[in-house]
């Protein structure tokens, strides 16, 4: 597409637009004169509410109001399966099989949940690969599951870094760094996009590396369901876990979803940290010792679902079903990222002042650019929230900016660079 600076050029685009209806389904934070809405380029950290969540949570409400306890068993949603409702939608955000998916708990609890079972180190095959600048949480989890094998991180763990001067990885060289590992390498954990550059990794590639020199390999996708197209079963991919209130829109500290290859479906054997409701649904109320899994990724489960957060993660997941799953939301994705680059590179700005260190390759990004600000990034980012711009800021000198298909549209697009412009002038 050949992109144009002009707000008629992205009305246009907006009126073409097949998915324009679903902006209104979400609801918009005001600007901070309170005369108009923001615009809202966030949705990489915490997605907007959908109109219909309140009305999830309160029929939830309803239910324990009406029927207490036997809510577990009663009405038109009964809690005890209240996952299976969850599970047709979250198999086709991450391409799985229903099977393979169960959505519980939150993200880091998950992970280390998915590396009891999944990082068994032995003597010789103990080495755990992950990018370097991982979202914290992923640092701290696995440090915390080296130690537990009585093992040092900075033996254990090997990090990923790009090449001098670079600020991504290349696919060559983390294909590299596998083989080099060999079968010292014991599991492969690395987010599915970068949250600090944007950066999406082949995970394709890098399960079938993985799985060459006999490693297990999983990721974090945070960052990557729901704004990229996923297919976990077809790649092969071990394991697998993200959160829901990015780019899933179901509220802050909303529930996560794990995915486990259908290949472990039927291994009671593997080890795992069992809970009641990850027990075999058809003997759970007998009350008995002795564990026995229920069959796929809903043997992970620990305790009862938190159904006040489902019942939001629910009407969320229907707003991406309605739009047309990934495929029609990747579409629009990778046209608002392309024009916001458009109106970035126009600012014409030398690569000192200000660089664009997310990939240029749309196969390689999802909907986030992360700007990196030389010289007087703050001052950058306070302008733009001063403006209306709610973007993100990342220590220490980046500003990320995500226009989300779902609800920001070509104009939203054009209005952040107009302030982006206004930032340049004065420089």
Request: charged share 20%.
């Amino acid at each position: 597409m050949t992109f144009e600076p002009t707000l008629d050029f992205a009305r246009r685009l907006d009126a073409q637009d097949p998915l324009r209806e679903f902006r209104q389904h979400f609801l918009i934070p005001p600007a901070p004169d309170g005369t108009r809405e923001s615009l809202y380029f966030c949705g990489n950290s915490l997605g907007l509410q959908p109109r219909t969540a309140r009305a999830a949570v309160e029929r939830q409400l309803l239910n324990w109001q009406e029927l207490a306890v036997e809510g577990h068993f009663k009405g038109e949603t009964p809690w005890m399966h209240f996952h299976q409702r969850l599970q047709e939608a979250t198999a086709q955000v991450v391409g799985a099989r229903p099977l393979e998916v169960v959505v519980m708990n939150n993200l880091t609890t998950n992970l280390h949940l998915l590396l009891v079972s999944f990082y068994q180190p032995t003597a010789t095959r103990y080495k755990v690969l992950m990018e370097a600048g991982a979202f914290p949480s992923d640092q701290y989890a696995l440090e915390s599951q080296v130690r537990l094998h009585g093992l040092r991180p900075d033996d254990a763990i090997v990090e990923l870094t790009p090449r001098p001067g670079e600020h991504t990885l290349r696919p060559e060289d983390v294909l590299a760094k596998i083989e080099e590992l060999g079968d010292s390498l014991c599991t492969i954990i690395m987010g599915g996009i970068n949250y600090y550059t944007g950066q999406v990794y082949d995970m394709a590639a890098i399960t079938r590396a993985g799985h060459a020199v006999g490693a297990q390999v999983g990721f974090d996708l945070a960052h990557a369901a729901g704004n990229i197209p996923l297919h976990l079963h077809d790649w092969d991919v071990d394991f697998a876990c993200w959160c829901s209130y990015k780019y899933l829109n179901s509220g802050p500290g909303g529930v996560s979803g794990v995915f486990v290859h259908e290949r472990f479906a039927d291994q009671p054997e593997l080890l795992r940290l069992a809970g009641w409701w990850g027990h075999d649904e058809q003997e759970r109320f007998k009350m008995r010792k002795g564990f026995r899994p229920m069959r796929g990724a809903a043997g992970w489960q620990l305790s009862n679902g938190a159904i006040l957060t489902m019942a939001v993660h629910e009407a969320a997941l229907a707003e991406h079903v309605a739009a047309g799953g990934m495929p029609a939301l990747r579409r629009k994705s990778e046209q608002l990222t392309g024009y916001l680059e458009f109106l970035i590179q126009r600012l014409n700005l030398p690569t000192s002042r200000l660089e664009i260190i997310t990939p240029q390759d749309p196969a390689q990004r999802g909907c986030q650019l992360s700007l990196l600000v030389h010289q007087n990034g703050r001052d950058l980012f306070e302008h733009l929230m001063a403006a209306g711009v709610i973007g993100d800021w990342r220590e220490p000198n980046v500003i990320r900016l995500a226009p989300v298909p779902l609800y920001n549209t070509f104009e939203d697009v054009y209005h952040v660079g107009e302030v982006l412009a206004e930032w340049a002038a004065r420089q």
